[in-house]
């Protein structure tokens, strides 16, 4: 059974960074695409940013791009959401998912296979 557990949200000032974390179980990274997204309340999911099986390949929102990064430690089954110079508009609930990969990576929220139930970052002005 695969089970996706995030950790690592709270509460920080504009300009500071936190590191999520999404612990993995039951599934393995060379099968699975592993991305992270996010929800403002009363909007839909949005895609933040994937990496690959083969952690080779990591894609980001532009909303994003050069604040986040992702990383993983195989060993530890656990990929991390790396979120510098962080903004009040990136406040949101933030989920791991796990796509069963395939030729193109995937950033849509319908084609992920599993999500973990989230972690709140809250960013304050």
């Known amino acids: 059974q695969v089970q996706l557990v995030e950790s690592g949200g709270g509460l920080v000032q504009a300009g500071g960074s936190l590191r999520l974390s999404c612990a993995a179980s039951?599934?393995?990274?060379?099968?699975?695409?592993m991305g992270w997204f996010r929800q403002f309340p009363g909007k839909e999911r949005e895609f933040v940013g994937v990496?690959?099986?083969?952690?080779?390949?990591?894609y980001y929102a532009d909303s994003v791009k050069g604040r986040f990064t992702i990383s993983r430690d195989v060993s530890k089954n656990t990929v991390y959401l790396q979120m510098n110079s962080l903004k009040p508009e990136d406040t949101a609930v933030y989920y791991c998912?796990?796509?069963?990969?395939?030729?193109?990576?995937?950033?849509?929220?319908?084609?992920?296979?599993?999500w973990g139930k989230g972690t709140l970052v809250t960013v304050s002005s």
């Open positions: 039951g599934l393995a990274f060379s099968d699975y695409d």
């Open positions: 998912a796990a796509a069963r990969s395939k030729a193109i990576v995937t950033t849509t929220p319908n084609t992920m296979n599993y």
């Open positions: 990496m690959d099986w083969s952690g080779g390949r990591t």
